[in-house]
């Protein structure tokens, strides 16, 4: 069964330093979602990306966040100077097309610690 | 409006017990409502989703029931096993938003003992 990667599983980084997730969504999904989890909470939503773009965002992404499709397979996440609060689980999801019939995949997540 | 109440928020089940997690929402555009189980140190992973067209949708020992007029939907979990121990957590998701993203409840921490 196809999957969606996440790279790396687990990243600790200094405050204020630059991290930058990955994900290989699966190859012919055209939605690609992040969405974070603090540790023993529910998952929220950050951004959503179709067509090379931001369809929407939410209020945690703000300017320090970002995302790109660099090269048409992977999808990205970058958090240009981090916080103790983004401390967090990031998962990548990604869809196949709009419509009740096309589910989300997630990948198992990117456990960032920032100390 | 965009919330999802879950509840309740940790859940003890005997082994073939049956567990039962609610969730309650507002917003009446949502159209598609998932259900997802999380092991520790994975990603969620859906379970069980169904519409509001439907009352009922079962898949072996999981049920989803849902009742549009009182905006609520709860999963049932027949015949509890040890490996249904995980995290589940109900989502929504409508049309009328442009990202059509999910919005996930709270969780329910199940623990189903031997």
């Known amino acids: 069964e196809p999957e969606v990667t996440q790279t790396p599983s687990h990243q600790v980084t200094q405050m204020g330093q630059e991290v930058i997730l990955r994900c290989v969504p699966i190859?012919?999904?055209?939605?690609f979602y992040w969405y974070r989890q603090i540790l023993g909470q529910k998952v929220e939503f950050l951004v959503s990306?179709?067509?090379?773009?931001?369809?929407?965002k939410s209020e945690i992404f703000d300017d320090q966040f970002s995302v790109e499709r660099p090269d048409g397979s992977n999808f990205t996440l970058k958090i240009r100077s981090t916080k103790l609060e983004d401390s967090a689980m990031y998962f990548c999801a990604s869809r196949k097309d709009r419509g009740l019939n096309y589910g989300y995949t997630f990948g198992s997540g990117t456990r960032l610690t920032v100390v | 409006q965009q919330q999802v109440k879950q509840s309740p928020q940790s859940l003890i089940v005997q082994k073939g017990g049956i567990s039962i997690i609610n969730c309650a929402y507002e917003n009446t555009a949502f159209d598609y409502f998932p259900w997802y189980q999380q092991f520790p140190g994975k990603g969620p992973a859906l379970l069980i989703a169904i519409r509001p067209d439907v009352s009922e949708k079962k898949e072996g020992r999981f049920t989803i029931s849902f009742n549009k007029s009182a905006k609520q939907f709860s999963l049932h979990i027949m015949d509890s096993q040890p490996g249904d121990s995980a995290t589940y957590f109900c989502a929504a998701r409508g049309e009328d938003n442009a990202g059509n993203m999910l919005t996930f409840g709270g969780g329910t921490r199940l623990m189903v003992k031997p």
């Open positions: 990306f179709y067509n090379n773009e931001i369809s929407e």
């Open positions: 190859s012919n999904h055209l939605y």
